[in-house]
Nanobody, 126 residues
Framework: QVQLVESGGGLVQAGGSLRLSCAAS????????MAWFRQAPGKEREFVAA???????????DAADPVRGRFSISGDNAKNMVYLQMNGLKPEDTAVYYC????????????????WGQGTQVTVSS
């Protein structure tokens, strides 16, 4: 199984950028579908983005996806790392961000992912 540790969260002003990192150990990320989720207080955990073993990125299915065009997921198989570049941050992006690993068929539901990091807090001030 894989262990995941997120880092890179913090406090940023609206319009700013952050880059989250997810360090994986125990197994290669290339054998999983890796994803980022987020959870704001009082809300359900929400899919942000995923990266397939092929390297193709997956974002929310809804055309009104709140992060479309602002967030970008990437992976480095050599370093066993996954990243989430977040630009144009908005106060509504404030949440705990989680890195997750699932089977190569995992989709947009958090229930499809088996391994989770502890999360990293992102706070965007207005």
């Amino acid at each position: 199984q894989v262990q995941l540790v997120e880092s890179g969260g913090g406090l940023v002003q609206a319009g700013g950028s952050l880059r989250l990192s997810c360090a994986a150990s125990g197994r290669a990320i290339s054998t999983y579908r890796m994803a980022w989720f987020r959870q704001a207080p009082g809300k359900e955990r929400e899919f942000v983005a995923a990266i397939k073993a092929s390297g193709r990125n997956v974002y929310g299915a809804d055309a009104a996806d709140p992060v479309r065009g602002r967030f970008s997921i990437s992976g480095d198989n050599a370093k066993n790392m996954v990243y989430l570049q977040m630009n144009g941050l908005k106060p509504e992006d404030t949440a705990v961000y989680y890195c997750a690993a699932g089977s190569t068929l995992s989709g947009w539901s958090s229930m499809e992912y088996d391994y989770w990091g502890q999360g990293t807090q992102v706070t965007v001030s207005s």
